[in-house]
């Protein structure tokens, strides 16, 4: 049992040599009156080194090389491999919650440095979306930021993103750090609630079937204007249910009119007359 369980622990993460041989004994045996048996060609012939180590015996049938085990101890083998691969999920997803905590962590200083002009985080925005427009794993990620960006539109009220951290986790540990710098770092949203310490899984207990979300709160200094242009640089799709309204203020200098009529011509304005105004605030 115990090589098996060492040999599944290293298909799981990744050995293609273990996955093979794991795949080889599932594909290419069958349930016998004798037992569950493996058939070996001469091309497989090396597997039999490692049948005898997993306990399977060889025996004599017809000039074909056969290795029997017992039909109790495959099914032994069947549920520790389902444990393992339990155990190996829980393990991952520690792995990857800790990966988050400590990308949060690390951040913290570097969001309060120089916050970006709107040019220079609009044009990281545009090189994120580059490496990540075709990637599978990102598309929660991208579809739930769209609907952020989207829902604080014309509002008020600064709004928040309350977020499973699956959004964060799925996609693997090196984007889980991309991720964190672009809404820390690039977009300047605020961690209002953070669920790191709950939601660690322990190797022997049953993982939390509600943690709590990630709470982001949307950057202050971003106006209409920009989540606009940012929104230029993304897809269409979108989520719209995580998100709410706080209570804190936004400018109303930040918003545009939520009539697209009056937003029309508060543009136009701003475009035409903007560069006249700076030119009067210098004399």
């Not at 393990?91 to 970006?116: V, W, Y």
């Not at 693997?172 to 709950?198: C, N, W």
Request: net charge negative; with cysteine.
């Amino acid at each position: 049992m115990e090589a098996w369980e060492a040999l599944v622990a290293k298909a799981f993460d990744g050995d293609s040599d273990a996955n093979d041989v794991v795949l080889f004994i599932e594909g290419c045996g069958q349930t016998t009156t004798d037992g569950y048996t493996v058939t070996l060609n001469e091309a497989s012939s090396d597997r039999a080194i490692t049948l005898t180590q997993l306990g399977f015996t060889k025996v004599d049938h017809e000039q074909k090389q056969q290795y029997v085990l017992p039909s109790a101890t495959w099914a032994a083998l069947v549920d520790g491999k389902r444990l393992a691969r339990t155990q190996w999920h829980k393990r991952k997803q520690q792995q990857l919650i800790q990966t988050l905590h400590d990308a949060l962590a690390a951040t913290d200083g570097l969001q309060s440095s120089e916050p970006l002009d709107n040019t220079e985080r609009v044009a990281r925005v545009k090189a994120f979306m580059q490496q990540h427009a075709t990637n599978v794993g990102s598309i929660p990620f991208l579809r739930g930021l769209v609907g952020f960006l989207t829902f604080q539109l014309y509002k008020p009220r600064l709004a928040q993103w309350h977020m499973d951290t699956s959004v964060l986790t799925q996609n693997g540990p090196e984007t889980i750090v991309q991720y964190v710098l672009l809404l820390k770092t690039v977009l300047g949203f605020r961690v209002e609630a953070s669920p790191m310490d709950a939601a660690v899984i322990s190797m022997t207990d049953e993982p939390q079937q509600d943690t709590p979300d990630l709470v982001w709160r949307m950057n202050a200094s971003l106006t209409d204007e920009s989540l606009l242009q940012l929104l230029r640089q993304l897809p269409s799709a979108q989520t719209s249910h995580p998100f709410t309204l706080t209570a804190c203020a936004r400018s109303s200098s930040a918003m545009l009119p939520s009539s697209p009529l009056l937003r029309w011509i508060l543009l136009v304005f701003r475009r035409c007359f903007g560069p006249w105004k700076a030119m009067l605030d210098l004399k």
